[in-house]
Structures are given as C-alpha cells and as structure tokens.
C-alpha cells in the first residue's frame, strides 16, 4: 500500500469521527488504568458496568488497596478472571504508592513493571490518557491492519512498528481508536461488512463482501 492511500484511508476515518476515544469509561489515568487491566479478554461494555460501582467508592490506589481482595472482587465479580485480575491490581496499586506517589506513570518503562501491564495496555494509557502518539494493536488492530495491507505483520509488535512509520504524522495520535472502531464495526472478523465501508476503495481486501441478501421473508404475499 502506498502512501497516498493510506493518507486517504486516515483522512476519511478522521472525517467520520473527528475526535475519536476510547469506549472505556473513565475520567483519570488511574481510572483508564484499572479499566484497560480489567479489559482483558471482557468488552468494554461489562468493564463499564463494573467500573460504575466500582469507582464511586474506590478510584485512587489508596482506596482500591482499603478494599482488600474480597471487597474489590465483589465489584468485579463479573468480568473474567476476576480474581486474578484483582490480585494484579492491588499489587499495582501498592507500587503506584511506594514508587509513584500514588500516580500513574507517564513512561513505557515505569508501566510495563506494573503487574498485568504488557505493551498494549502501557500504549493504551500513554496514548489515552497521556496524548503520546502510540498505536496500541489489539486483535481488531491487528486483523484490519492485515486485511486491508495497511500494515501487514505476523506478529502484534511488527504490525505496530509498521504503523508506526506508515500512518502520516498528523494521525497517529488518533490511529488507534479509529482502527479499533473500525475492526469492531465494520471490519468485522467473522464478515467485514464491506458493502458499508467508507475505505473499501483503497481497501486491498481481495474477498470484499457483499451487501447481505434480502430476508428470507421479502416477496412473500402478506395475509
């Protein structure tokens, strides 16, 4: 793919949704924080239902900490691997506090020694919450960035650094959540509804689907 089609791809992408975000709920970094732990492998929607009770009562480190194991898994009894998840937690609540000031850091390097914290979450947080121009590539990412040869890997750390050199400057700030959007909605993985696509031109997909069918009943004398 080249250059000028990407441009393309970012530029209509950027003009369907100027101001793309995450879809997890959260109003600090402490807050994305423990919404993108808690994201693993759960949707972002029973992470928000979980978060709504969760962070009226405890949205710092001190406070998810007073909670203890059995009061945070009460709150997020609902998401998978709750347990092991709230264990990640409270281990990173208690670094935020002894080695950040009870803070989030805003390095790769400081996250990634956060426990549950690989790659794709600490760009998730740099990117969201702190504005670095990162590409956190998750399974939508991944999949769009194949299938349409907008930056093709085989491994989740090539497709991101080809992202990363490829997406023209003035949209990687935003690159992530529109492809991740996109891969969720659109560029589905079982059927990506092409028919509705607003980059299927400079899509280089070579199995475009087509529009569906009309409905088993359509054209049937009504009673």
């Given at each position: 793919?080249n250059t000028a089609k990407r441009?393309?791809?970012?530029?209509?992408?950027?003009?369907?949704?100027?101001?793309?975000?995450?879809?997890?709920?959260?109003?600090?970094?402490?807050?994305?924080?423990?919404?993108?732990?808690?994201?693993?492998?759960?949707?972002?929607?029973?992470?928000?239902?979980?978060?709504?009770?969760?962070?009226?009562?405890?949205?710092?480190?001190?406070?998810?900490?007073?909670?203890?194991?059995?009061?945070?898994?009460?709150?997020?009894?609902?998401?998978?691997?709750?347990?092991?998840?709230?264990?990640?937690?409270?281990?990173?609540?208690?670094?935020?506090?002894?080695?950040?000031?009870?803070?989030?850091?805003?390095?790769?390097?400081?996250?990634?020694?956060?426990?549950?914290?690989?790659?794709?979450?600490?760009?998730?947080?740099?990117?969201?919450?702190?504005?670095?121009?990162?590409?956190?590539?998750?399974?939508?990412?991944?999949?769009?960035?194949?299938?349409?040869?907008?930056?093709?890997?085989?491994?989740?750390?090539?497709?991101?650094?080809?992202?990363?050199?490829?997406?023209?400057?003035?949209?990687?700030?935003?690159?992530?959540?529109?492809?991740?959007?996109?891969?969720?909605?659109?560029?589905?993985?079982?059927?990506?509804?092409?028919?509705?696509?607003?980059?299927?031109?400079?899509?280089?997909?070579?199995?475009?689907?087509?529009?569906?069918?009309?409905?088993?009943?359509?054209?049937?004398?009504?009673?």
């Amino acid at each position: 793919m080249n250059t000028a089609k990407r441009r393309e791809i970012f530029r209509r992408l950027a003009e369907a949704n100027p101001a793309p975000t995450t879809e997890l709920h959260y109003r600090t970094p402490f807050e994305l924080l423990v919404a993108v732990l808690l994201s693993a492998q759960a949707t972002d929607k029973g992470v928000n239902l979980a978060t709504a009770k969760l962070f009226p009562v405890a949205n710092t480190p001190d406070k998810i900490l007073a909670l203890g194991q059995d009061g945070l898994e009460s709150y997020i009894k609902t998401i998978g691997l709750y347990r092991s998840k709230a264990r990640h937690l409270l281990t990173t609540c208690e670094i935020l506090l002894r080695e950040h000031g009870g803070e989030v850091p805003n390095q790769r390097e400081a996250l990634e020694t956060l426990p549950g914290v690989g790659r794709k979450t600490a760009n998730v947080v740099l990117n969201t919450a702190f504005g670095h121009p990162t590409i956190a590539v998750d399974t939508h990412i991944f999949r769009v960035a194949n299938r349409t040869g907008l930056a093709p890997g085989k491994t989740v750390l090539e497709v991101e650094k080809k992202l990363l050199k490829h997406v023209p400057a003035e949209f990687k700030q935003d690159a992530h959540h529109w492809l991740i959007l996109h891969g969720r909605y659109v560029c589905k993985a079982r059927k990506p509804e092409c028919w509705r696509c607003l980059i299927a031109d400079r899509c280089e997909y070579p199995d475009k689907s087509p529009p569906p069918g009309p409905s088993a009943t359509a054209g049937k004398p009504s009673k």
